[in-house]
């Protein structure tokens, strides 16, 4: 018995990590890595057969690593983290998130650089190139430089004194807080605390396999009470990281209490189809706000967890400073830093606004709830005067939707977007999903800032019933007519700008002009026809210019996901004792290929019928033609009578010859010699 490690650690080594050879009788073995391409690798090795190869700088298992892999367990390689997995989804993994977690190791490095900086500590990783010794301070959100006079150093693994401390509310394998140990500079503790308890026992496998003891500290608890009793032992965490599964609005109160002055609070939400208008009372229910189903809803949806959050912070005496907003993929991800400040509270009202959203042609405008004036050294606070617009829209009539309120200042913090920026370039190879990380932060960098929501091209052509301009031809008319735009990485296509709903739809007039759509087939009521009812006050010229196309485009960075993997998206919940319920693997499977099915379906019942638009032979579509072949190719095989000649292809002919109307109640008028009968004629 005493030998059996001994000879799996052996085995392990010399066999399992070498592909080429088969194993027999060895241990279920299942390693996992994320690589660049976005495509999950896989290496299995069960009952003597051997698929696949380690994925290019996988390093081998450690003796005492293969001995802690039990069976029908995998390990999952991510970052410098290796973490032990239960095959069943006994605890929850989504590999799609790898995104989620290398921004959020480097958005927490470039924070714990700006709070050590003020300790005299400076933040070192492995691989970066020191371009400079500058450090920023972001205490109140303004920019200052300073020179970097330290000598004290903190390094990824290392205990920090005074260094941050950081909770993940739910943690699940732990595999997040043992990346933030291995590649955060900077920290005194990390607290990974779960309310599952098998969760925590495997948190504590992996921290042990990793050896970082020292940094994190697996806890079993609900995260609520453990924010709460940071609060009333006057602990508080200098970073709380919240990704739960579905909606993060249970553990929003707590958190904002939790975090020391100037702490930075990371939230992830998932529950996209509340935030994204589908269930508007439920969004209420959950954020205080109602959302909208507008082509800007994954915007939107950001606007209203920082307004939900800087809500909560309000009760407190507290506010919120964002950093970084996104939307990406499945969900979206917010990073802001939390304040005490009785007077920028007062201000909090004229930051919030509500969203008036026309249903006819998409029209929105916003109405802030409160306005600040200045009177020398002193404001004063007072609501603001509205609606920005009458009852029925100016340009086609038709009614208002009313969402929110939403968060109305900016999304990004400019400066520190920048910052993690350059700390990227110096370090090119830091994270496997890096490159999307560039693409998307150097898009946040050229979005306006100041401009809340925005259009999307197609809906505006379709509003109108045109055909689609270039992105960069409508973007010139709005530069040649001397406003600003952007794009945004929310959404592809999208127009951010400054300037008003009268000057986007005379542009969309100009171009209609240019492009004219039957004004006969519009219907007088539609908002098409009302608003291509009014002349142009402006005269649009969509002459293409240099600056009309964004950097990040021209440079071909990578900017919206390609699909990772099959079936990617949002995993099941885990459960106790892992496995998918029947329910969900039934719902699955249902919506899995349901396009395709549907058109295969409509393709076998048009079939059965010949079609009524083309007579036999004049069919262009040739095999593509979804209706009836010729009786003679789909009867039963074997010698067929002669008949006149067919078209070899389909058979189009129709179902009763125009100039022989049939009779009701009479048998159908004999066709043309030359054409079949028709399959459906009795």
């Known amino acids: 018995m005493n030998g059996k490690p001994a000879f799996l650690a052996w085995l392990v080594t010399h066999w399992l990590l070498q592909p080429s050879r088969a194993v027999r009788g060895g241990r279920q073995l299942l390693q996992l890595s994320?690589?660049?391409?976005?495509?999950?690798?896989?290496?299995?090795?069960?009952?003597?057969?051997?698929?696949?190869?380690?994925?290019?700088?996988?390093?081998?298992?450690?003796?005492?690593?293969?001995?802690?892999?039990?069976?029908?367990?995998?390990?999952?390689?991510?970052?410098?983290?290796?973490?032990?997995?239960?095959?069943?989804?006994?605890?929850?993994?989504?590999?799609?998130?790898?995104?989620?977690?290398?921004?959020?190791?480097?958005?927490?490095?470039?924070?714990?650089?700006?709070?050590?900086?003020?300790?005299?500590?400076?933040?070192?990783?492995?691989?970066?190139?020191?371009?400079?010794?500058?450090?920023?301070?972001?205490?109140?959100?303004?920019?200052?430089?300073?020179?970097?006079?330290?000598?004290?150093?903190?390094a990824p693994g290392e205990v920090c004194q005074g260094g941050l401390r950081v909770l993940e509310g739910l943690a699940a394998s732990g595999l997040r807080s043992i990346r933030f140990a291995q590649e955060v500079p900077g920290l005194h503790a990390v607290i990974a605390n779960d309310f599952s308890a098998r969760a925590v026992e495997l948190m504590g496998r992996n921290v042990q396999l990793n050896g970082v003891g020292h940094l994190v500290t697996p806890s079993q608890a609900d995260a609520r009470m453990v924010m709460y009793q940071s609060k009333a032992e006057k602990k508080p965490f200098d970073v709380i990281d919240l990704d739960p599964y579905g909606s993060p609005a249970i553990f929003l109160d707590a958190a904002v209490q939790a975090l020391s002055e100037g702490g930075l609070l990371c939230v992830t939400c998932t529950d996209m189809a509340v935030m994204a208008g589908n269930s508007g009372e439920t969004c209420y229910s959950k954020y205080g706000a109602m959302s909208l189903k507008g082509k800007f809803c994954h915007e939107m949806a950001l606007h209203i967890l920082l307004h939900s959050l800087d809500l909560r912070a309000n009760c407190y005496q507290r506010y919120v400073v964002p950093l970084l907003a996104i939307s990406v993929d499945f969900y979206i991800r917010v990073f802001v830093r939390i304040f005490t400040g009785q007077a920028k509270v007062k201000a909090s009202a004229s930051k919030q606004a509500l969203v008036y959203h026309c249903v006819g042609c998409g029209t929105h405008h916003l109405q802030r709830l409160g306005k600040v004036t200045s009177h020398g050294s002193n404001f004063k606070y007072s609501p603001a005067s509205g609606p920005p617009m009458g009852t029925l829209c100016e340009h086609c009539q038709q009614r208002h939707q009313l969402g929110g309120p939403i968060w109305a200042e900016p999304l990004h913090d400019m400066a520190f977007v920048e910052r993690v920026l350059g700390a990227l370039?110096?370090?090119?190879?830091?994270?496997?999903?890096?490159?999307?990380?560039?693409?998307?932060?150097?898009?946040?960098?050229?979005?306006?800032?100041?401009?809340?929501?925005?259009?999307?091209?197609?809906?505006?052509?379709?509003?109108?019933?045109?055909?689609?301009?270039?992105?960069?031809?409508?973007?010139?008319?709005?530069?040649?007519?001397?406003?600003?735009?952007?794009?945004?990485?929310?959404?592809?296509?999208?127009?951010?700008?400054?300037?008003?709903?009268?000057?986007?739809?005379?542009?969309?007039?100009?171009?209609?002009?240019?492009?004219?759509?039957?004004?006969?087939?519009?219907?007088?009521?539609?908002?098409?026809?009302?608003?291509?009812?009014?002349?142009?006050?402006?005269?649009?010229?969509?002459?293409?210019?240099?600056?009309?196309?964004?950097?990040?485009?021209?440079?071909?960075?990578?900017?919206?996901?390609?699909?990772?993997?099959?079936?990617?998206?949002?995993?099941?919940?885990?459960?106790?004792?892992?496995?998918?319920?029947?329910?969900?693997?039934?719902?699955?499977?249902?919506?899995?290929?349901?396009?395709k099915e549907r058109e295969e379906s409509?393709?076998?019942?048009?079939?059965?019928?010949?079609?009524?638009?083309?007579?036999?032979?004049?069919?262009?579509?040739?095999?593509?033609?979804?209706?009836?072949?010729?009786?003679?190719?789909?009867?039963?095989?074997?010698?067929?009578?002669?008949?006149?000649?067919?078209?070899?292809?389909?058979?189009?002919?129709?179902?009763?010859?125009?100039?022989?109307?049939?009779?009701?109640?009479?048998?159908?008028?004999?066709?043309?010699?030359?054409?079949?009968?028709?399959?459906?004629?009795?």
Not at 507 to 529: F, G
Not at 656 to 677: H, K, N, R, V, W
Request: aromatic content about 6%; hydrophobic content about 30%; charged content about 25%.
């Open 34 to 154: 994320y690589p660049l391409t976005g495509r999950l690798w896989a290496s299995r090795i069960m009952d003597g057969e051997t698929n696949g190869s380690a994925a290019s700088g996988d390093q081998p298992l450690a003796p005492e690593a293969a001995e802690a892999v039990g069976a029908g367990e995998m390990v999952i390689t991510e970052g410098k983290a290796r973490i032990i997995f239960p095959g069943r989804n006994e605890v929850f993994y989504n590999p799609v998130q790898e995104f989620n977690r290398d921004l959020t190791c480097a958005v927490i490095t470039e924070f714990a650089r700006l709070w050590l900086s003020a300790k005299g500590i400076r933040a070192i990783v492995p691989g970066e190139k020191h371009a400079g010794k500058m450090v920023v301070d972001l205490s109140e959100g303004d920019m200052e430089t300073v020179q970097e006079g330290v000598e004290q150093t903190a």
């Open 602 to 682: 409509a393709r076998a019942t048009l079939g059965s019928f010949p079609s009524k638009r083309f007579k036999q032979g004049t069919c262009s579509f040739g095999d593509q033609c979804c209706y009836s072949r010729t009786p003679e190719e789909t009867s039963a095989p074997g010698p067929q009578p002669e008949t006149p000649a067919l078209d070899s292809q389909r058979d189009c002919s129709s179902l009763e010859d125009p100039g022989q109307p049939s009779t009701p109640g009479q048998p159908d008028a004999p066709m043309p010699e030359l054409d079949p009968p028709s399959p459906l004629a009795p």
């Open 425 to 595: 370039e110096a370090n090119p190879r830091r994270f496997r999903t890096q490159d999307r990380i560039q693409g998307i932060l150097s898009m946040v960098t050229e979005e306006l800032s100041e401009v809340p929501l925005y259009y999307t091209l197609d809906h505006l052509s379709s509003t109108i019933r045109c055909n689609t301009p270039s992105l960069l031809q409508f973007r010139s008319a709005l530069l040649h007519a001397g406003y600003q735009v952007s794009l945004s990485h929310a959404c592809k296509n999208t127009i951010k700008t400054d300037a008003p709903a009268t000057v986007i739809w005379d542009i969309m007039r100009c171009w209609e002009k240019l492009h004219p759509v039957k004004r006969e087939r519009l219907s007088e009521t539609s908002p098409a026809a009302r608003i291509l009812a009014v002349e142009p006050t402006l005269k649009a010229s969509f002459t293409v210019r240099e600056d009309a196309n964004p950097k990040s485009r021209r440079r071909g960075l990578k900017r919206f996901q390609e699909n990772p993997e099959a079936n990617w998206g949002p995993k099941a919940r885990a459960k106790a004792g892992g496995g998918i319920s029947l329910a969900l693997q039934e719902k699955s499977r249902q919506h899995q290929g349901k396009r």
